[in-house]
T-cell receptor, first 117, second 115 residues
């Protein structure tokens, strides 16, 4: 299957700092990338959808000024958690597709564990 | 809008036995796709199997098969000959023909395979 990388895999930061997470599609062009958040023992919750060259679409309840998403190219999307606080500690996982047909498999990155102290 | 329901928070199965993980869904889309993913403790999401709403036959991929009952809106995952490495969280997900392109996930089932 297609390969999606995510960096860093784990990050610990102090409260008030910003953290950037990168998501790359390594062997295909991702017209659309998704960012999910997962709390322990819970399901994946979609945060936002980003399309290359346009503004991200955020899900209801997700602060766009806190979670900045940039999809600068067909292979790279970044999520920046600005002024992180302990409640932002979570597992963040990105995903990518090429066209979004009903049958298209959505491939995921390995995820980033964020711990805000 | 789509909704996925997984009613089994946790399941146990003996090694080498088969296990069925339940998934029901709701959608107004006449065309949709159903997916199953495995998430081991490392956190990565591993795609297992796909079933299209218009597929005539149930999908199979190795030890994984999908028991698709369209009238009941269910898409249960069957794992045959369970292995210790099958212990993980399993998520059912779907995408409709219309609406958002991102998969909608169920709450997941934690499967534990016992020796």
């Amino acid at each position: 299957g297609a390969v999606v990388s995510q960096h860093p895999s784990r990050v610990i930061c102090k409260s008030g700092t910003s953290v950037k997470i990168e998501c790359r599609s390594l062997d295909f062009q991702a017209t659309t990338m998704f960012w999910y958040r997962q709390f322990p023992k819970q399901s994946l919750m979609l945060m936002a959808t980003s399309n290359e060259g346009s503004k991200a679409t955020y899900e209801q309840g997700v602060e766009k000024d806190k979670f900045l998403i940039n999809h600068a190219s067909l292979t790279l999307s970044t999520l920046t958690v600005t002024s992180a606080h302990p409640e932002d500690s979570s597992f963040y996982i990105c995903s990518a597709i090429t066209g979004g047909r009903v049958e298209e498999t959505q491939y995921f990155g390995p995820g980033t564990r964020l711990l805000v102290l | 809008a789509q909704k996925i329901t997984q009613t089994q928070p946790g399941m146990f199965v003996q090694e080498k036995e088969a296990v069925t993980l339940d998934c029901t869904y709701d959608t107004s889309d006449p065309s949709y796709g159903l997916f199953w993913y495995k998430q081991p403790s490392s956190g990565e999401m591993i795609f297992l199997i796909y079933q299209g709403s218009y597929d005539q036959q149930n999908a199979t991929e190795g030890r994984y098969s999908l028991n698709f009952q369209k009238a009941r809106k269910s898409a249960n995952l069957v794992i045959s000959a369970s292995q210790l490495g099958d212990s993980a969280m399993y998520f059912c997900a779907m995408r409709g023909h219309t609406g958002r392109r991102a998969l909608t996930f169920g709450s997941g089932t934690r499967l534990q395979v016992q020796p």
